[in-house]
Every structure is written in structure tokens, then in C-alpha cells.
């Protein structure tokens, strides 16, 4: 059932739970109760909303930022890691295999904010080696849904 | 001039669902519920293989019964699913679409006079092909006691002397009816008994919601002989204009149908049968989760007929669910007619799939779960007004 409730979730965290219950074919009570469980264990993190910025007068720049930096003795890459991300405007940070540590995503105003968190904050760490900044230029798909999509039923109205 | 018809094709009535069909179309700002095709798009990983064909230059004819590498899946898939083994060399065609294998199934097995059984309701071109194929269609109206589900009693009841070809159609466009293991028992006696062939349309096969998988009636002892499946990709990886099906089958039946599909249309196209071979490989992870969908959508429907205390069985395949409206003494037609002029949404009067269809409706729910909110919400209110009025 966990793995039914949180597919249904991750695509509307809105959903109505006595409608989920039903359309799982569950009790409405244990469906609420196991999503009780699910936040209580940490599997269920947050709600949060996909919204398109550019669509918005609201002003935002967004960027990925490749990092390299040195791991610590005994503590690998976990405590530069939280040094990261315990920046607000660090919008999460992965640990990656290959060229780079850690990638980073953030979110500000404008250009020249998100290069002065790199140059001030991110490049003047000790462990941190160097940085790479991409900027993200247009989302065509966030979160597994196509931002501009826009849906027409093509099928004839009736077929037998 | 003389005549330029065929009088017995211009004799064949035309489908029911046309005269809904030029109706709702008409109306721009209806909701129909009415459309036999999944909502899904093609999975992506399919669609790209049929274009990573076209790139690479594949746009010739396949051989008659279609690629090899195709045949071979889907005898693979059936040895998956049913545990029964065609050959994909002398036993397996590949199609233009379920319709055309029924078509050539029928043309390449009856002779004049020939009775072939149609359980109803059911899809609409049985009739018509046994027609034109020279037979002579017996109607075997299904009861919705029997949740539609065709009995041993029934089938012995309508054969004759004549009788060649039953047509089992489970699950079931428009009931959502299925067949279990045990129904199908009972009536593989009876079909052994008299002698009779089977035409088993498949096409929902992928789409069941019981606890079961779907059974063809090809894997029961002493059936696989006397049974033509008729199966193919558009309910189950949601390929509809794709139209791609194959048939499988006795080696002696499936070459003369192998033969008049060379005269009539070559072989199924190409690029269709490119992607079908990705679609039959990887697909099963779609599949699920398409059939998690409907069963969802399924679910919530049979809750809010509950609800508004509308009976229907519940149906446990395809993509329908048959509610019956006799409570409100109208013909299915004039229930379809007054709800598309009143609230806005159209469905099937369960008449256009045979006579025995009157007193229900066909609702389909190939549609995204807000959008059927909407339609079920109206026929709540729709619902509610003819009782209140009674």
C-alpha cells in the first residue's frame, strides 16, 4: 500500500484522502494513518508545490554548480556537505559520481547574486577546490511534469 | 445507371455509435465518456523505437504474417502469460489491428450457412463480418445477473447443427465483464462436445483488475486446437492508431488467413511492428502502471454509482463500466440523448452493442480522474433532477 500512496502523492500532494482511499480500494483510516507513519519515518519529507517562475513576474535565477572539494578524514564528504546546504538559498545538494563532488542547485534574484554566493560564500570554503557555475536558461520539465505542456484530447469523441 | 452496390453490404446497419457520434460532435463544449481508446499517449520508449525505425530507413513491406522478430515476441509473450506455445513461423500473423484478424478469421473459416454465436453486448463488428463472410450470426444476449459472463446453459441453448464458431470476447468492451479459469472450463466442455471453433478476442487481456490475470481460453486442455486468439497492442500499450494485432493459431487456419491478409493488405505497417517489438519486450512496467490507473479511476467509479445509487456490477476488466438505468423508464437511447442535452456529457446507450444492451449505459473511463469528477458529477445531478420528477 506505501508504495501506492506515495506514486499518488508525488504526483498531488493535494490529494483528497478519503478519494485516495477509495481509488486504492483501502480504509480511509489506514491510509491516513500510513501516511502519518511515512512523515513520522522521515520517508515523507515535505509538501512542497512545482511552480513555473517565468510564468510569474517574479524576478529568479536559478543555477547548478558543480563543486570539487576535498573530503575530510573521517568525515568524507557529509560535513562540507552541510556547510552547503545550510545556505538558504541552496536549493539541494547531491553527492555525484564522477567529475565532480557535489552538485548544487541554488536559487537568487539575479545573476550577480547567485555569482557573489559562488565567489564570496561557495569558492572561499577551504575544502572546496573549485566551482563551475550553469546557469539554467528554461525548465522544460521539473519534478517529472512538462511545464508548458498543454493537453487536447485528439480522440474522436465516441469510438466503439 | 445500374446499381453500383453490393446488397448486402448496403444492407448491414450502420454502427449504432455513429448517430451519438455526429450528435456529439457537433456540440463543441461536451464531455464524452464515450471514447474506446486508452487516454495514455504511446509510452515514449515505444513511440521512439517506431521513429528510430523510420531514421534508419525501414519502410519496406515486411513478409505477409509480419516481421519474424515480432512473431517470435509474441509467441514468447503468450508462452509468458499462458503458458501455451505458438509457433511464430506457421501459427502466428501479425495484423492491421484486432478488427482485421477477426475479419480474416471469420472469412477463412465459414462456409455459407454457417452459424457463428455472438454473445451481447459486445464489439460491434462481429455481426457485420460474420455476415460478410457468408455466415449467419446467432445472438446470444448475456444477463447482467450473470455479470454478463457467458454460461455453459446459455452456450448449449443457442447451438445448432450449424454451429461453427463461437466468439468469446473477454474481458469485455462494453461490460467490463471477465472470465474466470472455472467459467471457462464449463463452457470449453461444452464447446469440445459439439465440435466448435473459438474466436477469442483478447484485446483487453492486459487490462484485468481481479486478483487473477486474465486466462485465454487457448491454454485449456483440448483448446488450443479449436481456438484462434485475436490479440494486439492498442488497449494494453495504448498503440490505437498504431493498429497493430496479431492472431494466433491452428498452423491449417492461421495460413489461409495469412493468404487473403496478402491480398488485401500486404502486411501491417512496418513501423507499427517496429515499435510493437519494443512495446511486447519492455513494456510490461507501462502496462502496470496503466492498469494501475484504470483500476483506480475504476474503483472510484463503482464508489460514486454507489453513491448515488445507480446499479452496476462490478466490473473487473477493459476500460467500462455498464451501469443499468431502468429505474428511470427510458430507452438507453433517450437516457443518452436527454444527459448529452441536459448536463453536457456524453456516454454509449448500451444498444449500440446489441439489442440486449437496452436498459444500461457505457462509460468509459479512458480518462484522467479530474475529468471524469467532472462527468460523474453531472450525472449525479442528472441523476437526481429525473428522480425528482418522478
Request: net charge negative; proline share 4%.
Amino acid at each position: 500500500m506505501r508504495e501506492k500512496i506515495l506514486k499518488a502523492i508525488e504526483k498531488n500532494s493535494r490529494i483528497d484522502l478519503k478519494e485516495l482511499a477509495i481509488m486504492l480500494g483501502e480504509d480511509e483510516i489506514k491510509v491516513v494513518n500510513e501516511i502519518a507513519a511515512m512523515e513520522a519515518e522521515g520517508i515523507i519529507c515535505g509538501y512542497h508545490t512545482l511552480i513555473d517562475w517565468d510564468k510569474t513576474d517574479i524576478e529568479k535565477v536559478s543555477a547548478l554548480i558543480e563543486v570539487r572539494v576535498t573530503p575530510q578524514r573521517g568525515q568524507g564528504f557529509d560535513s562540507i556537505a552541510e556547510r552547503i546546504y545550510k545556505y538558504p538559498e541552496v536549493n539541494s545538494v547531491y553527492l555525484i559520481s564522477g567529475g565532480y563532488d557535489l552538485l548544487v542547485s541554488l536559487e537568487g534574484k539575479t545573476l550577480k547574486e547567485v555569482s557573489k554566493f559562488v565567489s564570496d560564500k561557495l569558492s572561499t570554503l577551504d575544502t572546496v577546490l573549485s566551482t563551475a557555475t550553469h546557469f539554467i536558461l528554461k525548465k522544460y520539465k521539473d519534478h517529472g511534469s512538462i511545464l508548458d505542456k498543454k493537453i487536447v484530447d485528439e480522440r474522436l469523441k465516441m469510438t466503439p | 445507371m445500374r446499381n453500383p452496390l453490393s446488397d448486402k453490404i448496403v444492407e448491414i446497419k450502420p454502427s449504432g455509435i455513429r448517430k451519438f457520434f455526429d450528435i456529439v460532435s457537433e456540440m463543441k463544449d461536451a464531455i464524452s465518456l464515450g471514447v474506446g481508446e486508452p487516454d495514455f499517449d504511446t509510452p515514449w520508449h515505444i513511440r521512439d523505437e517506431g521513429i528510430y525505425s523510420l531514421e534508419k530507413g525501414k519502410t519496406f513491406y515486411t513478409s505477409n504474417a509480419g516481421l519474424k522478430e515480432l512473431r517470435q515476441e509474441i509467441c514468447n509473450y503468450y508462452y509468458r502469460k499462458q503458458g501455451v506455445s505458438y509457433n511464430p513461423i506457421t501459427e502466428t500473423l501479425v495484423t492491421v489491428g484486432g478488427s482485421e484478424g477477426i475479419d480474416m478469421c471469420l472469412r477463412s473459416m465459414l462456409n455459407p450457412g454457417e452459424e457463428v454465436i455472438i454473445p451481447t453486448p459486445c464489439y460491434v463488428s462481429y455481426e457485420p463480418c460474420t455476415v460478410m463472410a457468408g455466415g449467419v450470426p446467432v445472438i446470444l444476449p448475456l444477463k447482467n445477473e450473470n455479470q454478463f459472463r457467458l454460461t455453459a446453459e446459455e452456450l448449449e441453448s443457442a447451438i445448432t447443427d450449424k454451429t461453427k464458431i463461437l466468439i468469446l470476447a473477454f474481458p469485455n468492451n462494453p461490460t467490463g465483464a471477465i472470465m474466470d479459469k472455472e467459467d471457462l472450463e464449463a463452457i470449453a466442455e461444452v464447446i469440445i462436445k459439439h465440435d466448435i471453433f473459438v474466436l477469442s478476442d483478447e484485446i483487453y487481456s492486459e487490462l484485468t483488475y481481479s486478483e487473477k490475470p486474465h486466462v485465454s481460453i487457448c491454454s485449456l486442455p483440448g483448446m488450443r486446437e479449436r481456438t484462434i486468439v485475436i490479440n494486439g497492442f492498442s488497449k494494453a500499450y495504448a498503440m490505437t492508431g498504431w493498429r497493430l494485432g496479431y492472431a494466433l493459431g491452428p498452423a491449417e487456419i492461421i495460413k489461409q488467413m495469412t493468404k487473403l491478409h496478402q491480398f488485401a493488405i500486404m502486411c501491417a505497417p512496418t513501423t507499427s511492428q517496429y515499435a510493437a517489438v519494443e512495446a511486447i519486450k519492455n513494456g510490461d512496467e507501462d502496462v502496470a502502471e496503466m492498469r494501475e490507473a484504470y483500476n483506480q479511476r475504476r474503483r472510484y467509479l463503482m464508489h460514486e454509482f454507489e453513491e448515488m445509487g445507480l446499479p452496476c456490477f462490478e466490473p473487473f476488466g477493459a476500460f467500462y463500466v455498464f451501469p443499468c438505468i431502468k429505474e428511470f423508464g427510458m430507452t438507453s437511447e433517450e437516457f443518452a440523448l436527454k444527459f448529452l442535452e441536459d448536463e453536457k456529457v456524453a456516454v454509449v446507450p448500451g444498444t449500440a452493442f446489441g439489442d440486449c444492451g437496452e436498459g444500461f449505459l457505457r462509460i468509459s473511463y479512458a480518462y484522467s480522474i479530474d475529468d471524469l469528477k467532472v462527468a460523474i458529477g453531472r450525472l449525479k445531478n442528472f441523476v437526481e433532477k429525473l428522480r425528482e420528477a418522478k
